[in-house]
């Protein structure tokens, strides 16, 4: 007996069968009436015969569709259609489709992209196609420029399978060129790869950081105090005891350096000691240096027994004071300078140094022969030299010193002092006058010299004294300053939109000069701020920001960038922004300045929609191309595939180190924590020695985003132990020489977290600073977390000396300093202020001093604080002046930084990163890691 399900069962299945086959037909006559219409010419009809389909059109049909809505210009929706037939159905004919409209419509680096494609899955496909083996080579080139030269290489094969060798003699040797250079690019990829994977300099394992460290020390003490000095600044380490007395004993002899050693240095030097560790070696010393290295210490270390002022008399400090000062002799101006009495430090340097009538006659028979001394050195008969080099001499003694090697520093610093003392005339008479002398005499460290008291100048925002100082010598230095003065002027007429009202600066110099120097000068600023070595756009292929954003520049990333720059930003804009990286054949110069825009313009569909174009093609195998496309994934929130993309990256770079750290920058601006941490990861790994400061800080930066709102970070306790675990991770990773300065510039990094709060600080501190000793050793630090959590620390300017730097750009921050106290301006190198010079800015409360100094540290600074006083300087201005300041930043005018030995002053870019200057053009933010 059969069942009804088995009888109705088998009664449907023919039916079901004949219904599916209806169906097909059904669907092949709408596919055929598809490909009839837009052979018609029919194309509003084909397109609405497609939407009546329950499945979307396949094969020729697909084709056909995309067709018509090319022809009515939909280009979108018709490679939507291409690309969906080609990955639904594998149809080869439909990715050659797209890629031949894409090409139509100038996206060369998709069409490419697409090519390449489909020569890898068929040799016979795009046989004979010259365009697109013409395509293929250009990017090839491309791409071996780019250093991708085994991409590179892939592409030259997959030109050989589709068309073949060439036959005619210039084609010919154009292959045989582009060869040439891929093959070079390809070995120089290898050969990168090979000296990552041998064990060299610095990649020793078995060698302890702290070895190293140690070795560099070693060899700095036994060349000197100075130069042990430098090393300690350099490796930001603490030193032994010993070698702090030492280094102090030798600045208080002038024997450590130009510049006296300011409490921050002490502070580094120190660390996290203890005054029982140190009371040893500083009290063994005689009696005045013993209390000159108490007073010293006492300064950054609270527990060095050191009575203060009394109020009924001098206190313990200030007779240790007078005697240190006696007993130092022709170097006691230090002590004063360092006491901030910028009078009593010059009176005590004229006594070394004023020359001094000598006495008639010989003298009496026995008498000692008196001992030499600095002011012997300089000493001669008073006399009115005579001009030099067409410069008069100034009525003031230092015309009459002879410029030596001994008293050069000292005449410069002389002319310094009487500007500090309001003497502004008298001290550009002093250093040029000065400045002729030594260079006639042609002393050996005359333009080190005289560069440095035109930096000075032009640190301190006043450039036209800077020019000034710096004329009478054209020595490689001090043409660099001079060059970067020439700028800051450009800058300044920027910001005030032309002459600036009661420009003191160069009224001062007017007066002192004439005007006509100063029309001369005025009219060499822009050939002079462009004089320089370097290359003034990108080093590598890509075109610089400057370039791209010029009047003339064509090409869609030209034109998406000025749109963007123009806040034209509406409709279109996001599918402007895809098709300018589609447009670029190699992806990544595109990429890197589109990247950014669509990440902060939330552009998060177009992003994932080329991100899902790109998803398919395996043909990326360049290291620019393939971080482009994982970024776009971040963007698009594809967080498995920029994963997969950015190990593909990491591959194939052969600088594996920067691309992670693109990646890393990527994954944290778009709330990527774990790729963040694993790209910093990467980057730490590809780096000698495990060793890099600015990675370590990041991954802990990294770590701790999201303390604030984290979920799991605030209400589990595993989640509340994990932040003050990365920090106690960084630091007890470092040796103990090391830690003081880790914790310190930890401590400032965090303070500048925007996801900072009190709760956040309560939690961080105690791994931070886990005993009360420490804390006291971190004073700066813990003032920057608590100004930044709303409990700004108990500081007071008077209990803050003119050498401390940080304090006194903590004091600027909590608005309880409104300039510089002279001391400091005086005696303290611009180099050693750059954060207080930044503060000035952003915090001061006048208004030019605020200014001009944000110009001068666009000018004279490491590069990225350059940037940030370029943006305060954007800030402060209006709308004309920014846009003008823009432009003079696209230009790429000659700025300075502060260099190494001999090249103190080295040429640089007034914004160093390309990444820097799209976000300064755009308004975009900086890099939260401070990569």
């Known amino acids: 007996m059969r069942r009804r399900g088995q009888r109705v069962g088998r009664a449907r299945g023919p039916r079901a069968l004949l219904g599916l086959g209806l169906l097909g037909l059904a669907a092949s006559a709408c596919g055929t009436s598809i490909v009839r219409l837009t052979r018609r010419g029919a194309y509003e009809e084909a397109v609405a015969a497609a939407h009546e389909r329950k499945v979307p059109p396949r094969g ?11 022809q009515l210009g939909r280009t979108d929706e018709a490679r939507a259609a291409l690309l969906q037939d080609y990955r639904h159905g594998g149809d080869l004919r439909s990715l050659i489709a797209l890629a031949d409209l894409e090409r139509e419509l100038g996206l060369d680096g998709i069409a490419a992209s697409h090519y390449g494609r489909v020569v890898d899955l068929s040799r016979d496909a795009l046989q004979g196609r010259q365009d697109v083996c013409a395509l293929l080579r250009r990017r090839a080139k491309v791409w071996a420029a780019e250093g991708a030269g085994l991409a590179a290489e892939q592409d030259l094969r997959r030109v050989e399978s589709a068309c073949g060798q060439p036959t005619e003699v210039a084609a010919v040797a154009e292959l045989e060129q582009l060869r040439a250079q891929v093959d070079a690019a390809a070995q120089a990829q290898v050969d990168a790869r090979v000296e990552r994977a041998t064990c060299g300099d610095g990649c020793d394992e078995t060698r302890a950081v702290a070895h190293g460290l140690r ?57 996290e000691q203890h ?127 002879e410029p030596t090697t001994q008293s050069l520093p000292a005449l410069l610093l002389e002319g310094r002092l009487r500007h500090v003392a309001g003497q502004s005339e008298r001290s550009l008479e002093i250093l040029r006058y000065v400045a002729a002398r030594a260079v006639a005499a042609d002393l050996p460290e005359v333009d080190a010299r005289v560069a440095r008291e035109a930096a000075w100048h032009l640190a301190h925002g006043r450039p036209w004294h800077a020019l000034a100082v710096a004329e009478p010598v054209p020595r490689p230095q001090t043409e660099r300053v001079a060059a970067a003065a020439a700028t800051a002027l450009r800058l300044t007429q920027a910001f005030c939109g032309g002459p600036c009202n009661d420009d003191r600066d160069r009224g001062l110099v007017e007066l002192t000069l004439g005007e006509a120097w100063v029309a001369e000068q005025e009219g060499r600023l822009l050939e002079r701020s462009r004089a320089r070595t370097r290359p003034a756009s990108a080093l590598d292929t890509c075109p610089s920001l400057g370039e791209l954003l010029a009047s003339d520049a064509e090409g869609r990333l030209a034109e998406v960038l000025r749109e963007a720059r123009a806040g034209e930003t509406g409709p279109g804009h996001a599918r402007r922004l895809r098709e300018a990286i ?126 604030d709102e984290g979920w799991s970070l605030r209400e589990t306790a595993a989640g509340r132990a994990e932040p003050a675990s990365h920090v106690r991770d960084l630091v007890e990773r470092a040796e103990p020489e090391a830690r003081w300065a880790i914790r310190e510039e930890l401590g400032r990094a965090l303070a500048a977290q925007p996801w900072m709060d009190a709760d956040a600080r309560v939690r961080l501190e105690p791994a931070l600073w886990p005993e009360p000793a420490l804390a006291d050793a971190h004073r700066v630090a813990r003032g920057w977390l608590g100004l930044a959590t709303g409990s700004p620390p108990p500081l007071r300017a008077r209990d803050v000396g003119p050498l401390a730097p940080a304090e006194l750009e903590l004091l600027i921050a909590m608005r309880k300093l409104d300039a510089l106290p002279d001391a400091t301006v005086a005696f303290v190198e611009p180099e050693a202020l750059q954060g207080v010079r930044l503060t000035l800015a952003i915090h001061g409360r006048q208004w030019v001093p605020r200014w001009r100094s944000a110009i001068g540290l666009a000018v004279y600074g490491d590069p990225g604080l350059r940037a940030r006083a370029l943006r305060q300087l954007l800030v402060m201005a209006e709308d004309e002046p920014r846009r003008a300041l823009v432009e003079l930043m696209l230009e790429d005018p000659a700025v300075i930084e502060p260099g190494v030995d001999a090249e103190r002053y080295a040429e640089a870019p007034l914004v160093a990163s390309p990444e820097d200057r799209l976000a300064l053009a755009f308004g975009l933010p900086f890099d939260e890691l401070g990569l």
Not at 228 to 256: K, N, T
């Open 215 to 271: 070795d560099a020390i070693d060899r700095a003490r036994a060349e000197g105090p100075a130069a042990l000095r430098r090393a300690a600044a350099r490796l930001r380490v603490e030193l032994p005891p010993q070698d702090v007395v030492a280094i102090l004993s030798a600045d208080l002899r002038g024997e450590a350096g130009d510049a006296i050693i300011t409490d921050d240095e002490v502070r580094a030097m120190v660390g």
């Open 275 to 401: 005054w029982p560790a140190l009371a040893p070696a500083a009290m063994s010393q005689p009696s005045e240096l013993a209390a000159y290295l108490q007073l010293r210490l006492a300064a950054v270390m609270p527990d060095v027994p050191v009575t203060q002022r009394s109020r009924t008399g001098p206190g313990e400090s200030d007779v240790w004071l007078a005697t240190v000062v006696e007993t130092a002799g022709d170097h006691g101006w230090r002590v004063l300078a360092w006491t901030g009495d910028v009078t009593g430090a010059e009176l005590a340097l004229g006594e070394v140094w004023r020359p001094r009538r000598k006495v008639s006659g010989e003298a009496p028979e026995g008498a000692a022969e008196p001992e030499p001394s600095l002011a012997d050195a300089g000493a001669s008969e008073p006399a009115a030299p005579g001009p030099v080099a067409g410069i008069e001499p100034p009525a003031h003694w230092t015309a009459r010193v």
């Open 582 to 707: 589609e447009a670029d054949l190699g992806l990544g110069c595109a990429g890197r300045y589109v990247l950014p825009l669509l990440r902060e313009g939330g552009q998060v569909a177009a992003a994932d929609a080329l991100a899902e174009s790109l998803s398919h093609d395996a043909t990326l195998e360049a290291a620019g191309a393939l971080t482009v496309h994982a970024e776009l994934a971040m963007i698009g929130q594809r967080p498995r595939q920029a994963d997969l993309l950015a190990t593909a990256a990491g591959a194939a770079s052969d600088d594996p180190a920067v691309t992670w750290r693109t990646l890393a920058r990527q994954a944290h601006a778009t709330g990527q924590r774990e790729l963040a941490l694993r790209s910093l990861r990467e980057a730490l790994l590809h780096t000698p020695g495990l060793d890099d400061p600015s990675l370590h800080r990041a991954l802990v930066l990294a770590s701790l985003a999201g303390i």
């Open 60 to 70: 020729k049909a697909a084709r056909s569709y995309a067709e018509a809505l090319r």
